[in-house]
Every structure is written in structure tokens, then in C-alpha cells.
């Protein structure tokens, strides 16, 4: 409970939806709120960072490697798709990931990926036993160290982190000694939406000899990522939130260049395998970032991201970062406004530049208005434990009026106590 609202005199709005109308007609990216789907004109939908939208050109695109490239192509069609993965993930290194060609490829979930990676870089440090997670990073990440601290009986340090305001850096500082091999660390925390200082972590584990292993699955197409610059050594992240690949699109990884040769991922795969298909009797890893490659990457997922990059890279990070953060602003302006006098708390960094793309606010009944939401006003964001509205408008397609229409319907329902008519009992997808 550190963190609060700013009063909305400090704020740059003045709270009215003329103004919100304003900031669509000058947005530079507004373009491109028609390159997706928005099958339902009227819902307001601020989840893009749960599911991204689905691109206009997605479906066509989907259809001709159905077409085209299985019914027509059949297993001629591998001589191409087999080089997707990689070529894709030299497309994300250049424009969402700071990375440089040859580092970054598409694989896997990302709780895969950062099960190999971890066991990967642990194989590097054998003396060192302690693996170190935030208490509060998204759940699979802390469940992937837990088993692998069981599997290789390391002990797990766990940072106490303020659940609103990330992870402290101090706490961090004091946490590293030579005992520990690997951090593992989300950049934009999934439930507050706080971001986390590569460079500094990275500088910071560096000295005390370990290395850091990040997740981005809320930075990557939300907020500059600069892998190389910041001297990160290793990473994952999912492209179904920010980058609009679809349900269960591949995720990639990220391994510093110097770092592959040296790295060996448990799941011995012939993805992964040096001349795949000379069907050598042992495994012996190629020399590049598909050494982490494990089986038979999903084309049809795979192709879902040819068309939802070419958008990202149109749109420019810096420019969907500039956007997504003045989104952010304007939820808190609102917030503080309309939302505060009836029982809401901002449950994010306070400061804009200390947040991703998303903003999370705490309501003893959050449960019951984000159903609400959904089912009677036609707004969906996310419920989050504990009592957390998750608002996440993704700034590829998200309108400053959808922002300040979402904002109004809540204080709308909520000043009419419509949520409260809904049972308690939460579902089993929250
Ligand atoms: C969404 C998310 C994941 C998802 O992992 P999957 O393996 O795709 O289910 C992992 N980590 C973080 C931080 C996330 O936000």
C-alpha cells in the first residue's frame, strides 16, 4: 500500500472527453487502430496484454500457408519454414528487442523457454547453489525455479517485493552473494505493471558473478527493450500479448551472443542439432541460438506473427511506447478524478515512467465489477489476485476515448451498485 494516485491538479488532462477526442485526432498512431479486427465496435477492449487483438491481415495471411503451403506445398513447403523461426526472431532482436541478428529466436512457450534457459545457465556456475525469483513475478516463472531448484537441490531466495511497486533494487543488492548463479526477473511486472531497471539489475548481477534471465513477456511491443545495450545475458517472452501473434503464438528466447557457446539447454532436440539432418548418432549442438531449439516449431502459429510484426515495426516502439504511456496517464488522471471517491486505490507506480503499457487498480470488490464490466457494460480488462483491475490498453489500437469510456462506465456501475447483484464465486479463468 505504498503507492497512490497523484492528485489530478499535477495532471496534464483536464478530464473531459472533448479532450480525450482531441488526443485520438493528433495521434500518430491512430492509423492503425484499422489494421485489426474489431468484430464488436462497440466493446471497449483494454486486455490487449493478456490477448492481443487480432490483425486485419492475419486471417488471409493464416489461410494461404493453410492453402498454399500445407494442402498445395505439403512437405516442400519445410524448405522455406524451416528458416521462420530464426528469421522472425532476427526481426524482433532489430525492432522490439534491442538484440542483434543471430541472438533471438522463436520457440517453445515461454515457460519452456525459461525452464531451459535457467537450467542452462545453472550448468555454468556448479559452485554456485542459490537461485534467486521475486516473490510476486508471474506465477509460472516462480513455479519453473521452484522445480528446478527441487530437481537440482539449490535453494531458492525469494525477494519480497512490494506487490504495487516491483521489485526494490536495494532488497535485490542485498540478496546477490557469490552463492548465486541465476536471478530470474520480470521487466514489466504482470499485475502492477511496474518496470524494472535492466541496466542497473543486469550491472548489479554482473559484479556479484550471477546471471540475469528476464522475462518480457509485458515488455516486448510495449516499452523499448534494449537487450544488448543493457548488457542482458538472457530472456524470454510470449508474443500473444503486445505483439498480436494469437492464442498460444510461439514465444521467443534470447541468448547473448558470447553466452551460446557455452550454454546447454536440457531438452537435446534435433532443432537443435549441428547438420539436423545428417541424423548423426549423438547430439551435438549447433553453433548458434537454435542450439535452444527442442522439436517441430507450429507453422500455422508461427505465420500468425508474419503479419502482427510487420505492424509493430511499422508502428515503431518508441512511438507505441509514447502513446501507451500517455494511455496509462490518462486511466490515472481519470482514476483519481471519478474512481477514487468510490473505493479504488491506484495499485501501480504512481510515476508514468516507472510503469509498462498497463494500470492496476485495487477494489475490495474487483472481482465482482470487472465481471460486471464485461457482462453488462461492455468493457473487458482483467481481474488479478488480489482485488486487482488490470487495465491494459494495448497503444497499437487503443483510442484515448475507449481509455476515458472504459473509465466511465466503471464509475457508472459503480455509483449504481450494479456489480453487486453478481454472485462472489469467481470462475475458473479470472
Ligand atoms: C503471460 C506471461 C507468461 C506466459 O507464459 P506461457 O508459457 O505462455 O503460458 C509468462 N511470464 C509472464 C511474466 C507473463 O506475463
Known amino acids: 500500500m505504498t503507492t497512490s494516485a497523484p492528485t489530478s491538479r499535477s495532471s496534464r488532462f483536464d478530464g473531459t472527453r472533448e479532450e480525450a477526442e482531441q488526443y485520438d485526432a493528433s495521434d500518430p498512431l491512430g492509423f492503425l487502430r484499422d489494421r485489426f479486427v474489431h468484430a464488436e465496435p462497440d466493446l471497449l477492449y483494454l486486455d490487449g496484454n493478456s490477448l492481443g487483438r487480432l490483425p486485419a491481415d492475419t486471417p488471409d495471411f493464416v489461410a494461404d500457408v493453410v492453402r498454399g503451403g500445407w494442402g498445395r506445398g505439403l512437405i516442400r513447403s519445410w524448405n522455406d519454414w524451416i528458416d521462420w523461426s530464426r528469421g522472425l526472431g532476427d526481426r524482433l532482436a532489430e525492432h522490439v528487442l534491442g538484440a542483434r541478428p543471430g541472438e533471438v529466436v522463436l520457440s517453445d512457450s515461454t515457460t519452456v523457454n525459461l525452464y531451459k534457459l535457467a537450467w542452462a545457465a545453472l550448468d555454468l ?90 522475462d518480457l513477456s509485458h515488455s516486448a511491443g510495449s516499452v523499448p527493450v534494449r537487450l544488448d545495450e543493457d548488457g542482458a545475458d538472457l530472456a524470454v517472452g510470449c508474443t500473444y500479448k503486445y505483439l498480436n501473434g494469437g492464442p498460444g503464438s510461439p514465444a521467443f528466447l534470447y541468448v547473448r551472443r558470447s553466452l551460446q557457446a557455452r550454454l546447454r539447454q536440457p531438452v537435446q532436440g534435433w532443432f537443435g542439432q549441428r547438420e539436423q539432418f545428417a541424423m548423426a548418432a549423438d547430439f551435438e549442438p549447433v553453433e548458434s541460438v537454435d542450439r535452444f531449439l527442442t522439436g517441430t516449431p507450429p507453422m500455422l502459429s508461427t505465420a500468425a506473427l508474419v503479419p502482427a510484426l510487420a505492424l509493430v515495426e511499422e508502428a515503431g516502439v518508441d512511438r507505441l511506447r509514447a502513446k501507451g504511456r500517455l494511455l496509462g496517464e490518462l486511466a490515472v488522471d481519470l482514476t483519481a478524478r471519478w474512481l477514487q471517491p468510490l473505493g479504488f486505490r491506484l495499485a501501480s507506480p504512481a510515476q508514468p515512467e516507472r510503469r509498462g503499457s498497463h494500470v492496476t487498480l485495487w477494489h475490495a470488490d474487483a472481482w465482482r465489477i470487472c465481471r460486471a464490466l464485461a457482462d453488462d457494460a461492455g468493457v473487458v480488462c482483467d481481474y488479478r489476485e488480489p482485488d486487482r483491475l488490470r487495465i491494459g490498453p494495448s497503444p497499437a489500437y487503443t483510442r484515448f476515448t475507449d481509455v476515458w469510456d472504459a473509465l466511465d462506465r466503471t464509475r457508472r456501475l459503480v455509483e449504481s451498485g450494479g456489480h453487486t447483484r453478481l454472485p462472489r464465486e469467481k470462475g475458473r479463468i479470472t
Open 125 to 214: 556456475a556448479p559452485g554456485r547453489r542459490t537461485l534467486v525469483v521475486d516473490a510476486e513475478d508471474f506465477p509460472t516463472n516462480r513455479y519453473v525455479a521452484q522445480g528446478l531448484a527441487r530437481q537440482r537441490g539449490l535453494d531458492l531466495r525469494v525477494l519480497r517485493t512490494d506487490m504495487d511497486g516491483g521489485p526494490d533494487l536495494e532488497e535485490l543488492r542485498a540478496a546477490l552473494d557469490d552463492d548465486v548463479a541465476l536471478v530470474v526477473l520480470s521487466h514489466v511486472s504482470y499485475r502492477s505493471g511496474a518496470l524494472t531497471d535492466m541496466s542497473a539489475v543486469n550491472a548489479m548481477a554482473r559484479e556479484a558473478g550471477a546471471l540475469v534471465l528476464w
